[in-house]
């Protein structure tokens, strides 16, 4: 894990948030060569010139080769303010996998993207099988300096590692579409149906029609299990916190929905420490509300972008903590949901 904590160190703990692309691409190279790689020895081409076709050329960042295999995996580089979920990316990066013959590539940015080729799945183009936050302790971190360091890489493991990734997605899918489903309402109507079939083996109808009659049967939320899937006060500054905006929640938009809702939440201490801490934390946010951020962050984090979170912030326990705004409510993208559940867990 120190050799994951030292990449988190060089690629993202220690840089300035306007690092340009460049100097970020050096960074790279030096975790490459931290993972056993050299670019001395022709094991890291950088930004090799490509002949492809009579009149074209492509110069991908970092392409990782061995004497023995030739070309192994292809590397990415975008400046990491930005934001590397962007279909312009990753189609770069599918077609340099594509010409260079490689099945496996990375973007790496303000987190680690790996992509391996969509034929290993019976799928075009190249699929994503991991996304890595620069989080110290992260057990993903480790993985990485396991299959991607020079004295381990392997491309049969990695193929079985995206295979175990494609599996716990597709259990967490299938997680969230049941619970979905049974919350939905129409299996209460077949809880009650069962049970009085049931019951008729021991009473009259009469009876069981009674009791159903002032007996509420459905299938609600456990607030206290949350399902595990491979997973001092300091000067406060002068703010113009979100605290005390008088706004109802009927029919809001998701964004001021989760602002209100949120500030209620802090306004009667229905958040404990352990919670704020997770919040802070982009894996728990992806999972919990299936959003791209963390769902707090203090100004000084290395997560905070003012175009990614609102303005306000809350005052928690003597702190400042900014709530991202990156909220949406589209038949492709619903975060309400996730949202909804979590906040009736907190309110309990």
Same mark, same amino acid.
């Given at each position: 894990?120190?050799?994951?904590?030292?990449?988190?160190?060089?690629?993202?703990?220690?840089?300035?948030?306007?690092?340009?692309?460049?100097?970020?691409?050096?960074?790279?190279?030096?975790?490459?060569?931290?993972?056993?790689?050299?670019?001395?020895?022709?094991?890291?081409?950088?930004? %090799?010139?490509?002949?492809?076709?009579?009149? $074209?050329?492509?110069?991908?960042?970092?392409? =990782?080769? +061995? !004497? /023995?295999?030739? *070309?192994?995996?292809?590397?990415?580089?975008?400046?990491?303010?930005?934001?590397?979920?962007?279909?312009?990316?990753?189609?770069?990066?599918?077609?340099?996998?594509?010409?260079?013959?490689?099945?496996?590539?990375?973007?790496?940015?303000?987190?680690?993207?790996?992509?391996?080729?969509?034929?290993?799945?019976?799928?075009?183009?190249?699929?994503?099988?991991? %996304?890595?936050?620069?989080?110290?302790?992260? $057990?993903?971190?480790?993985?990485?300096?396991? =299959?991607? +360091? !020079? /004295?381990?890489? *392997?491309?049969?493991?990695?193929?079985?590692?995206?295979?175990?990734?494609?599996?716990?997605?597709?259990?967490?899918?299938?997680?969230?579409?049941?619970?979905?489903?049974?919350?939905?309402?129409?299996?209460?109507?077949?809880?009650?149906?069962?049970?009085?079939?049931?019951?008729?083996?021991?009473?009259?109808?009469?009876?069981?029609?009674?009791?159903?009659?002032?007996?509420?049967?459905?299938?609600?939320? $456990?607030?206290?299990?949350?399902?595990?899937?491979?997973?001092?006060?300091?000067?406060?500054?002068?703010?113009?916190?979100?605290?005390?905006?008088?706004?109802?929640?009927?029919?809001?938009?998701?964004?001021?929905?989760?602002?209100?809702?949120?500030?209620?939440?802090?306004?009667?201490?229905?958040?404990?420490?352990?919670?704020?801490?997770?919040?802070?934390?982009?894996?728990?946010?992806?999972?919990?509300?299936?959003?791209?951020?963390?769902?707090?962050?203090?100004?000084?984090?290395?997560?905070?972008?003012?175009?990614?979170?609102?303005?306000?912030?809350?005052?928690?326990?003597?702190?400042?903590?900014?709530?991202?705004?990156?909220?949406?409510?589209?038949?492709?993208?619903?975060?309400?949901?996730?949202?909804?559940?979590?906040?009736?867990?907190?309110?309990?």
């Amino acid at each position: 894990m120190e050799k994951w904590n030292e990449l988190c160190y060089m690629l993202s703990e220690n840089i300035p948030s306007n690092m340009s692309e460049q100097l970020f691409e050096l960074k790279v190279i030096q975790a490459f060569e931290k993972l056993g790689w050299s670019e001395y020895n022709n094991e890291i081409i950088v930004r %090799e010139s490509i002949q492809v076709g009579a009149s $074209n050329r492509i110069s991908p960042d970092l392409v =990782l080769k +061995s !004497k /023995e295999l030739g *070309n192994l995996f292809v590397v990415e580089v975008k400046k990491p303010s930005f934001e590397i979920d962007n279909l312009t990316f990753k189609g770069q990066l599918s077609s340099y996998m594509g010409i260079m013959r490689v099945d496996v590539g990375i973007l790496i940015g303000n987190k680690i993207q790996l992509f391996l080729d969509g034929r290993f799945f019976k799928e075009n183009g190249i699929i994503l099988i991991d %996304e890595i936050d620069f989080e110290r302790d992260n $057990n993903k971190g480790l993985n990485f300096v396991k =299959l991607f +360091s !020079k /004295e381990n890489y *392997n491309r049969e493991k990695i193929e079985n590692y995206a295979k175990e990734k494609t599996l716990e997605s597709k259990e967490i899918e299938g997680f969230k579409k049941l619970k979905n489903q049974l919350l939905s309402g129409n299996y209460n109507e077949k809880i009650v149906t069962y049970l009085k079939t049931e019951l008729l083996k021991e009473y009259n109808e009469n009876i069981i029609d009674k009791v159903f009659q002032i007996l509420e049967v459905k299938i609600a939320n $456990n607030s206290n299990i949350f399902p595990l899937i491979n997973h001092e006060r300091k000067r406060i500054k002068k703010y113009n916190t979100f605290e005390n905006v008088d706004i109802s929640t009927k029919k809001l938009p998701i964004g001021q929905y989760v602002r209100k809702t949120f500030n209620d939440l802090v306004s009667t201490n229905s958040i404990d420490k352990s919670e704020i801490e997770r919040l802070q934390q982009g894996s728990y946010s992806k999972l919990t509300f299936d959003i791209q951020f963390p769902f707090l962050a203090k100004e000084n984090s290395k997560y905070y972008e003012k175009i990614r979170y609102w303005k306000n912030p809350y005052h928690i326990d003597g702190e400042f903590y900014f709530v991202t705004s990156q909220w949406y409510e589209v038949p492709a993208n619903n975060d309400r949901p996730y949202y909804e559940e979590w906040l009736n867990k907190m309110k309990r």
